[in-house]
Every structure is written in structure tokens, then in C-alpha cells.
Nanobody
Framework: QVQLVESGGGLVQPGGSLNLSCVAS????????MSWYRQAPGEERAFVAS????????NYACSVKGRFTISRDNAKNTVYLQMSSLKPKDTAVYYC??????????WGQGTQVTVSS
């Protein structure tokens, strides 16, 4: 049974910081590429960041580069998204995504991030 559980979402003021976590189970996390996506109201789901299984290779959307950091702890089957200098446009539901080594794809249920004063 594959499961991705996001946590850490909430309300934060513009310029603030927030850290998200995604705990994975039911597949070999150490061989999976992990990503974060987000979906703002009225918009399509968009790529945010990814980390390949080695952890050294990461990708970021241009809109978050320099503000967000993706990291992972394979011993804890957890991927993180550290967010700083948050803007109202960052408001969205953030989803955890996994591609395992056999190219199977999994999604979490999402966690709401709201950036507002």
C-alpha cells in the first residue's frame, strides 16, 4: 500500500517561512525521485521542485528558485520543502509526488499553504 502524507501547511504572512514534509511508505523511497507540485485556485497543477534519489541532483521552478529548498532523508523516507520569502502567489495546495525506479507514479493528498497578511 503506497502512501504519501504531507504536513506542515498553514497560514503565514508575506515574507515569512514555512517548512513542508512528506512521509512516504509502501515503496522503495531510496530509489525514487521525489517532487513537490502545487495548485493555486483556478490554475493547473504546477511543478515546484524535485530531488532525485541520490539527493545531489535537484530541479526548481523559476518562480521559486532561490527561495525554496528541497531535501530528503532516505533513512526517514521523508522529503522536505523549505520555503522562505513567501509571497501571496505561493498560496496553493502543495502535493508530494514520487516516481519509483520502475517509473510508477504516486501522489499525496496535498497540504494547504496560505500566504496572506
Amino acid at each position: 500500500q503506497v502512501q504519501l502524507v504531507e504536513s506542515g501547511g498553514g497560514l503565514v504572512q508575506p515574507g515569512g517561512s514555512l517548512n513542508l514534509s512528506c512521509v512516504a511508505s509502501g515503496f522503495d523511497f531510496t530509489k525514487a525521485a521525489m517532487s513537490w507540485y502545487r495548485q493555486a485556485p483556478g490554475e493547473e497543477r504546477a511543478f515546484v521542485a524535485s530531488s532525485f534519489h541520490a539527493g545531489a541532483s535537484t530541479n526548481y521552478a523559476c518562480s521559486v528558485k532561490g527561495r525554496f529548498t528541497i531535501s530528503r532523508d532516505n533513512a526517514k523516507n521523508t522529503v522536505y520543502l523549505q520555503m522562505s520569502s513567501l509571497k501571496p502567489k505561493d498560496t496553493a495546495v502543495y502535493y508530494c509526488n514520487a516516481h519509483d525506479y520502475r517509473d510508477r507514479e504516486y501522489w499525496g493528498q496535498g497540504t494547504q499553504v496560505t500566504v496572506s497578511s
